[in-house]
C-alpha cells in the first residue's frame, strides 16, 4: 500500500511548456525527497525538502512541501526532452522512521 | 565502480524455483535498503541492514523472501519457491550512515516468473 498519491500518471508535453506534478499524502512526512528514475536504472535523488512551507529550486526544477508536510508538488520551467523519465516522491513517515515511502510515480515525456 | 552494482541484471525464474539476488554496496556504506517495484509503480520497501543487523524487514511480503549482509556490506536477497506474483525489478540502495542519509540506488534486477 503507498501512502502517496501522484498526479497525474502521465503526461506528455511539448518542449518549451511547463509544468506541474503534485504529490499528495493524508499523513504527515518528516521529510520528503523527489527522484528522477529512467529506464533501466535505479531512482536519483533530485532534492529533499524538510520544513512545511519550504521551497527549493534546481535550475528549471521548483520544488514545494505543504505547510502541514503532507503534500508536495514539482514545477518544470520550460521542459527539455532531457526531462523525460520517471518522477517519484518519497518520505519518511513520522512513526516509521527508516521507511522509505515511494509515490506511485508520474512518467513525464517531453518531445521536440 | 563507484556505484552500487546489483546481479543478475535479469532473472526468468519458472514458478516453484528459489533465486538469489546480489546487491555490491557503495564501499564503506554502513546502510543497504532492498525495494520491489512492480511495473508503473514506484518502489516498495523490503527491508533494511545497518552493517550486518536488519533492523527493519517489515516489508518483505511473505516468509519466502529472505535477506542477509553477513559481512555488513554484500548483500542477498533470496526468494523460494518464486510465484508469478514475485515478478518485479528488485532495487537496492545503499547510504554513508543510517537511513536519514542519501540513498544511493542500484540498476535493479528484474526477475520475471514464468
Known amino acids: 500500500t503507498q501512502l502517496l498519491e501522484q498526479s497525474p500518471q502521465f503526461l506528455s508535453i511539448q518542449e518549451g511548456e511547463n509544468l506541474t506534478v503534485y504529490c499528495n499524502s493524508s499523513?504527515?512526512?518528516?521529510?520528503l525527497q523527489w527522484y528522477r528514475q529512467e529506464p533501466g536504472e535505479g531512482p536519483v535523488l533530485l532534492v529533499t525538502?524538510?520544513?512545511?512551507?519550504e521551497v527549493k529550486k534546481l535550475k528549471r526544477l521548483t520544488f514545494q512541501f505543504g505547510d502541514a508536510r503532507k503534500d508536495s508538488s514539482l514545477h518544470i520551467t520550460a521542459a527539455q526532452p532531457g526531462d523525460t523519465g520517471l518522477y517519484l516522491c518519497?518520505?519518511?513517515?513520522?512513526?516509521?522512521?527508516?521507511?522509505?515511502?515511494f509515490g506511485t510515480g508520474t512518467r513525464l515525456q517531453v518531445t521536440l | 565502480g563507484a556505484g552500487v552494482s546489483q546481479s543478475p541484471r535479469y532473472k526468468v525464474a519458472k514458478r516453484g524455483q528459489d533465486v538469489a539476488l546480489r546487491c555490491d554496496p557503495i564501499?564503506?556504506?554502513?546502510?543497504l535498503f532492498w525495494y520491489q517495484q512492480a511495473l508503473g509503480q514506484g518502489p516498495e520497501f523490503l527491508t533494511y541492514?545497518?552493517?550486518?543487523?536488519?533492523?527493519?524487514k517489515s516489508g518483505l511480503p511473505s516468509d519466502r523472501f529472505f535477506a542477509e549482509r553477513p559481512e555488513g556490506s554484500v548483500s542477498t536477497l533470496k526468494i523460494q519457491r518464486t510465484q508469478q506474483e514475485d515478478s518485479a525489478v528488485y532495487l537496492c540502495?545503499?547510504?554513508?550512515?543510517?537511513?536519514?542519509?542519501?540513498?544511493?540506488f542500484g540498476p535493479g534486477t528484474r526477475l520475471t516468473v514464468t
Open positions: 525538502v524538510v520544513t512545511g512551507g
Open positions: 540502495a545503499s547510504s554513508f550512515r543510517d537511513f536519514s542519509y542519501e540513498q544511493y
Open positions: 518519497a518520505g519518511f513517515h513520522t512513526g516509521t522512521a527508516s521507511k522509505l515511502t
Open positions: 541492514f545497518q552493517n550486518e543487523a536488519q533492523l527493519d
Open positions: 564501499s564503506g556504506h554502513v546502510s
Open positions: 499523513s504527515v512526512f518528516s521529510s
